[in-house]
C-alpha cells in the first residue's frame, strides 16, 4: 500500500520551508533563499579584441556632441551638473521646436532668402528632421567638459605665426584674381562634394555640429578603415610605421596615414595633407598625431595632437569621446551626382550674359 508518511528529517524541513515562506509573505522576511536577496554583482565589461589580440575598435560609432572645439570664455574645464543640465535642456527644446511639422500652405521665402545661414544658405530649411548635430555635453574621465581642447590648458587654440599670417594674406590676394563662380576649383570641397563638410574626416576627425557625425571602423592585421558618413570618405591606415614616405609634394586627401600600437591604444601619425583640408590654414608641415583607445564597451576615446610650428605658435590637443551605435551607416548620397555645382557655375555664366547684353554699345 503506498504510504505518504514523512521521515522525521523530511518533516523537520517541510515545517522550516514553511515557517520561512509564511514571514517571507507576512512581514517581508528573507525567505526561501539569503542568496536570491542578494544584490547581483555587475558584469565586468572586458576589452573586446581581434583574432591577432589587438583591442578591437570595429563597429559603428559616432562623435556628435554640444560641446564646441574651443572653451567659451568664463568656463571651467569642466561644467557642473546645473550647468549641463541647462545645455542639454536649451538643445532638447530647440529640437523639439525647430522638428514640428512644416505648414504646408506657408508662403515661399522672400526674395534672396529667409536671412538663415550654414548648409540651408539663405534658402530656409523643411525643419529639423534631417538634423543631428548632437544633444549631450562630452563626458571624458567623468568630466562633462567646456571645451574638446584640452591643451592649452585654456581650451583655445593658440595664437598663429607671422608666417601664417603672410600665407593668409598671400590667398586672399590670389583669390581677388578670380570671381567666387569663375571655375570649380573655386568653390569649397564640400560643395565639390569632394570631402566631408568640416573636418569629419580629418585628420583630426572632428565633429562639424551639423548632421553624420558618424563612422564605421574595419580592422585587418594590416590596415585600419574609418569610412567617414560624411561625403562617404573612407581612409585607411596602414600598421606597422612608415614603408615609404611621399614626397612632401604629393599631399593625398587626408593625407598619408602610419598607425602603430602602444598597448592598447593606436596611434596614427599623419603628415601629406592636402592644402585644401589642413586645418586652420595649416602649412605643408602639418603634422596631425591621434591616439584611439578604448575607454569602455560604448566608448572610444580619441585624442589628437596638431603639430605645425610654421602656423601656431604651439602645438595644441584635444579629447573626443566616440560613442556606440547600434545602427549601420548607409552611403551619403552628396548632391545625388552633384548637380547643384554644375547649376551654380552655368548660372553664374547665365548673370555675366545679362550683364553684357545690358550694358550700352560704345
Same mark, same amino acid.
Given at each position: 500500500?503506498?504510504?505518504?508518511?514523512?521521515?522525521?528529517?523530511?518533516?523537520?524541513?517541510?515545517?522550516?520551508?514553511?515557517?520561512?515562506?509564511?514571514?517571507? @509573505?507576512?512581514?517581508?522576511?528573507?525567505?526561501?533563499?539569503?542568496?536570491?536577496?542578494?544584490?547581483?554583482?555587475?558584469?565586468?565589461?572586458?576589452?573586446?579584441?581581434?583574432?591577432?589580440?589587438?583591442?578591437?575598435?570595429?563597429?559603428?560609432?559616432?562623435?556628435?556632441?554640444? %560641446?564646441?572645439?574651443?572653451?567659451?570664455?568664463?568656463?571651467?574645464?569642466?561644467?557642473?551638473?546645473?550647468?549641463?543640465?541647462?545645455?542639454?535642456?536649451?538643445?532638447?527644446?530647440?529640437?523639439?521646436?525647430?522638428? $514640428?511639422?512644416?505648414?504646408?500652405?506657408? %508662403?515661399? &521665402?522672400?526674395?534672396?532668402?529667409?536671412?538663415? %545661414?550654414?548648409?540651408?544658405?539663405? +534658402?530656409?530649411?523643411?525643419?529639423?528632421?534631417? @538634423?543631428?548635430?548632437? =544633444? $549631450? +555635453?562630452?563626458? +571624458?574621465?567623468? /568630466?562633462?567638459?567646456?571645451?574638446?581642447?584640452? =591643451?592649452? &590648458? =585654456?581650451?583655445?587654440?593658440?595664437?598663429?605665426?607671422?608666417?601664417?599670417?603672410?600665407?593668409?594674406?598671400?590667398?586672399?590676394?590670389?583669390?581677388?584674381?578670380?570671381?567666387?563662380?569663375?571655375?570649380? /576649383?573655386?568653390?569649397?570641397?564640400?560643395?565639390?562634394?569632394?570631402?566631408?563638410?568640416?573636418? !569629419?574626416?580629418?585628420?583630426?576627425?572632428?565633429? !562639424?555640429?551639423?548632421? !553624420?557625425?558618424?563612422?564605421?571602423?574595419?580592422?585587418?592585421?594590416?590596415?585600419?578603415?574609418?569610412?567617414?558618413?560624411?561625403?562617404?570618405?573612407?581612409?585607411?591606415?596602414?600598421?606597422?610605421?612608415?614603408?615609404?614616405?611621399?614626397?612632401?609634394?604629393?599631399? &593625398?586627401?587626408?593625407?598619408?596615414?602610419?598607425?602603430?600600437?602602444?598597448?592598447?591604444?593606436?596611434?596614427? /601619425?599623419?603628415?601629406?595633407?592636402?592644402?585644401?583640408?589642413?586645418?586652420?590654414?595649416?602649412?605643408?608641415?602639418?603634422?596631425? @598625431?591621434?591616439?584611439?583607445?578604448?575607454?569602455?564597451?560604448?566608448?572610444?576615446?580619441?585624442?589628437?595632437?596638431?603639430?605645425?610650428?610654421? %602656423?601656431?605658435?604651439?602645438?595644441?590637443?584635444?579629447?573626443?569621446?566616440?560613442?556606440?551605435?547600434?545602427?549601420?551607416?548607409?552611403?551619403?548620397?552628396?548632391?545625388?551626382?552633384?548637380?547643384?555645382?554644375?547649376? @551654380?557655375?552655368?548660372?553664374?555664366?547665365?548673370? /555675366?550674359?545679362?550683364?553684357?547684353?545690358?550694358? &550700352?554699345?560704345?
Amino acid at each position: 500500500m503506498a504510504t505518504c508518511a514523512r521521515t522525521r528529517s523530511s518533516n523537520s524541513e517541510w515545517l522550516v520551508r514553511v515557517l520561512a515562506m509564511t514571514a517571507f @509573505i507576512v512581514i517581508g522576511l528573507p525567505g526561501w533563499s539569503v542568496r536570491a536577496q542578494q544584490p547581483a554583482r555587475a558584469k565586468r565589461w572586458t576589452q573586446p579584441r581581434t583574432p591577432d589580440g589587438r583591442p578591437d575598435f570595429q563597429g559603428s560609432w559616432t562623435n556628435a556632441t554640444l %560641446t564646441p572645439l574651443q572653451r567659451p570664455a568664463g568656463q571651467q574645464r569642466a561644467l557642473t551638473q546645473e550647468q549641463v543640465e541647462k545645455l542639454e535642456k536649451i538643445r532638447a527644446d530647440t529640437i523639439e521646436k525647430l522638428s $514640428r511639422s512644416s505648414d504646408p500652405n506657408r %508662403t515661399a &521665402p522672400p526674395k534672396g532668402g529667409d536671412g538663415s %545661414t550654414g548648409a540651408a544658405g539663405m +534658402v530656409g530649411g523643411y525643419n529639423y528632421f534631417w @538634423i543631428d548635430a548632437g =544633444d $549631450r +555635453v562630452a563626458i +571624458v574621465n567623468g /568630466e562633462h567638459r567646456s571645451s574638446l581642447i584640452v =591643451d592649452p &590648458p =585654456d581650451g583655445r587654440i593658440p595664437a598663429t605665426t607671422p608666417q601664417a599670417r603672410e600665407r593668409q594674406m598671400a590667398r586672399m590676394e590670389s583669390n581677388r584674381k578670380f570671381g567666387a563662380f569663375d571655375n570649380p /576649383e573655386n568653390r569649397p570641397i564640400a560643395e565639390r562634394c569632394i570631402m566631408s563638410f568640416g573636418s !569629419n574626416a580629418g585628420p583630426p576627425m572632428l565633429p !562639424n555640429y551639423f548632421y !553624420n557625425n558618424n563612422y564605421t571602423i574595419v580592422q585587418t592585421k594590416d590596415h585600419v578603415m574609418i569610412l567617414t558618413e560624411m561625403v562617404h570618405d573612407a581612409r585607411i591606415i596602414r600598421l606597422g610605421g612608415p614603408k615609404e614616405r611621399l614626397p612632401k609634394h604629393i599631399r &593625398p586627401w587626408m593625407g598619408q596615414s602610419f598607425g602603430r600600437w602602444e598597448a592598447d591604444t593606436l596611434v596614427v /601619425e599623419t603628415t601629406n595633407i592636402h592644402p585644401l583640408q589642413g586645418f586652420g590654414g595649416a602649412s605643408e608641415d602639418l603634422k596631425v @598625431i591621434e591616439r584611439f583607445h578604448r575607454a569602455d564597451e560604448t566608448t572610444i576615446l580619441y585624442r589628437f595632437t596638431i603639430d605645425d610650428p610654421s %602656423t601656431y605658435t604651439k602645438p595644441w590637443s584635444g579629447e573626443v569621446p566616440f560613442k556606440a551605435m547600434n545602427e549601420l551607416i548607409y552611403e551619403y548620397a552628396c548632391h545625388e551626382g552633384n548637380y547643384a555645382l554644375s547649376n @551654380i557655375l552655368s548660372g553664374a555664366r547665365a548673370q /555675366e550674359r545679362d550683364s553684357l547684353a545690358k550694358k &550700352p554699345e560704345q
